[in-house]
């Protein structure tokens, strides 16, 4: 994990339990094994803030996001923590959110879209072997009209280890023209894993565009032959195969250095899997 960790440093160290951001932020923020931190970005700001769990500890994260906001949030488990972040978003806001789980965790989001043309995506992606069990919980209510939210959970389960997702959309009487969608994709690597994978939609307004789906199976053994005729060892197809279907959850938390530090720490968990 040094990569990673020479990567993080180089960010802006949140202090103390709250951070306002008043304007567009020239670097990202960064807060290590945060127990309780509140972030606020006032209207017509935008930040990109870093959290890290490096210790079983439990931690609580509320982001507010005023009028016009920007906020990006990438959320890395590095240890087995109770998580819990909760996102209330005002009119025209926009909240990036990418969790990635490299350890047994238990982590819950809450977005609340209070304002109009508000939007939210969540892209998270769980890695779990041995005897680990890790849960990403997600609930997003729509409580107006005109927001949208769109959320991708990834998941890879070896060994013995349990992987969960339970989504729920949910969509108030007066939030029409509501567009969601929830989405859960998971591939097990043996035949003791296991993965649980409920997206659920609660509707009350009839001129929504919503939409939930979740597969899970086992690595393509068509494409493992593929790139087996050309060449590679059948740890080094298995490999590239659950590179190739993270990448896209990992990289999307927009820091390119800590994307590419993200992959390789997912690189070097997936050798021992």
Do not use: W
């Not at 807060?31 to 006032?42: F, K, M, S, T, Y």
């Amino acid at each position: 994990m040094a990569a990673l960790t020479d990567t993080i440093r180089r960010f802006a160290a949140v202090e103390g339990d709250s951070l306002r951001v008043a304007a567009a932020a020239s670097q990202p923020f960064v807060a290590v094994d945060p127990q309780q931190l509140r972030v606020e970005v006032a209207a017509g700001a935008s930040a990109q803030l870093v959290v890290v769990h490096e210790k079983p500890l439990a931690s609580s994260l509320s982001l507010l996001l005023e009028r016009d906001a920007r906020l990006q949030v990438t959320e890395i488990f590095l240890a087995g923590v109770s998580a819990e972040t909760e996102a209330v978003q005002a009119s025209g806001s926009n909240c990036c959110i990418t969790a990635v789980l490299l350890a047994g965790a238990d982590a819950s989001y809450r977005i609340d879209l209070d304002g109009a043309h508000a939007e939210n995506s969540l892209g998270g992606l769980f890695l779990v072997d041995d005897n680990e069990h890790c849960v990403l919980k997600l609930r997003t209510n729509h409580r107006v009209a005109d927001c949208s939210s769109d959320s991708s959970v990834k998941g890879i389960a070896g060994g013995s280890a349990v992987g969960e997702f339970r989504g729920l959309v949910y969509v108030a009487p007066d939030a029409q023209r509501t567009d969601a969608r929830q989405q859960s994709r998971n591939i097990l690597l043996s035949d003791t894993a296991r993965i649980v994978a409920e997206p659920q939609l609660e509707i009350y307004a009839d001129d929504v565009r919503c939409s939930h789906g979740a597969t899970v199976g086992q690595i393509d053994a068509e494409a493992i032959l593929y790139m087996r005729q050309r060449g590679l060892s059948l740890a080094q197809a298995r490999r590239l195969q659950i590179e190739g279907f993270a990448g896209d959850i990992v990289r999307r938390c927009g820091i390119g250095e800590l994307g590419e530090a993200l992959m390789s720490a997912v690189a070097r968990k997936m050798g021992n899997m």
